[in-house]
C-alpha cells in the first residue's frame, strides 16, 4: 500500500522525529511511503484569521502536491481536518472542486489511517509508565475522530492510562487563538495542565503537536516533569529486551 506523508507545519519545523516515528510505524505495517516534496502549509493558519483568498494559493499546492497520492496519511488531526474542508472552499469552482473533494477522501490523521484502513490496533508498541491522553478539538470536533487513538494505546503493553477530567476541554492553543488571546488562552492552559496532574500520568499523549507543545510548555514552566509524547512516538516505542546474562538488545 502507497501512502504519501503529509508532514505539517509543526512536525516538518519543530518536531521531525514525531514524522520519523510515523514513518516507521507505517513501514513496519507495511506501507511503501514516499514524500511530496512541493507540500506546504495547509492553509490553516491564515484561513483561519480570515484571509481566505490568500489561504487558497496554499490549499492549490496541497492538492497539486498530492494528487498522485493513493493515500496521505498526517501526523495531525486538526491539519488534516483542514483538507476536508477543501470541498467546502472550492464548491463551484471548475477547476478546483473535484481535485478538493479527491483529496479529502483519500486523507487520514495518522491513528485513523491505521485502525479504518489497515485494519490494526495492536502495532506491536510497548511503553513501561503511566499516560493520560489530550484529545485536540479539531480532530475531535471537526474531523470527528474520538476512538482511533484509545483503540492503538489499549494495545500498548506496559502502559497503564490514566483518564483526563475535562477530557473535552480546549487546551487555549488554537493556532492564532493563543496568539489573539493570549489572557484567555493562559487560563485555559492552566486548567488543562492542572487536569493532566490531577491524574497522576508521568507521560501526556496526543495526537497533535500543536496542543503538546502548549500544554507542556505550560508544565515545564511550572517546574513539572511530566514528559509529553506524541501517539507516533509511543506506537514507535519498544521496551528493550533483556537477553540472557542480563545485557538489553
Not at 167 to 194: A, L
Not at 234 to 243: D, E, F, T
Request: proline content about 4%; charged content about 20%.
Amino acid at each position: 500500500m502507497k501512502v504519501s506523508i503529509f508532514s505539517t507545519c509543526l512536525v516538518d519545523l519543530m518536531t521531525p522525529k514525531v514524522g520519523i516515528a510515523m514513518v516507521e510505524v507505517l513501514e513496519r505495517l507495511g506501507c511503501e511511503i514516499d514524500y511530496p516534496a512541493s507540500q506546504v502549509c495547509c492553509g490553516q493558519p491564515t484561513y483561519n484569521s480570515g484571509y481566505l483568498e490568500d489561504s487558497k494559493l496554499a490549499m492549490k499546492n496541497m492538492m497539486l502536491a498530492f494528487e498522485s497520492s493513493d493515500y496521505v496519511v498526517g501526523p495531525s488531526g486538526s491539519c488534516v481536518a483542514m483538507f476536508h474542508e477543501y470541498p467546502k472552499i472550492f464548491k463551484g469552482d471548475p477547476d478546483w472542486e473535484l481535485k478538493a473533494i479527491t483529496l479529502k477522501e483519500k486523507s487520514y490523521e495518522f491513528t485513523q489511517f491505521i485502525v479504518k484502513v489497515l485494519g490494526i490496533t495492536d502495532v506491536g508498541a510497548s511503553l513501561d509508565g503511566t499516560a493520560t491522553y489530550h484529545r485536540s478539538c479539531h480532530m475531535t470536533r471537526l474531523l470527528g475522530e474520538k476512538e482511533t487513538p484509545f483503540q492503538l494505546l489499549e494495545h500498548v503493553k506496559g502502559l497503564h492510562m490514566e483518564p483526563l477530567k475535562n477530557s473535552d476541554n480546549c487546551c487555549g492553543f488554537g493556532g492564532t487563538f493563543s496568539v489573539k488571546m493570549p489572557d484567555i488562552s493562559e487560563q485555559m492552559v492552566d486548567e488543562k495542565s492542572s487536569c493532566v496532574l490531577d491524574t497522576g500520568a508521568d507521560i501526556l499523549i496526543s495526537a497533535d503537536m500543536g496542543c503538546l507543545l502548549n500544554i507542556g510548555g505550560r508544565l515545564s514552566r511550572k517546574g513539572e516533569p511530566v514528559k509529553i509524547m506524541h501517539i507516533a512516538e509511543v506506537l514507535n516505542h519498544r521496551n528493550p529486551v533483556i537477553a540472557k546474562g542480563g545485557s538489553q538488545t
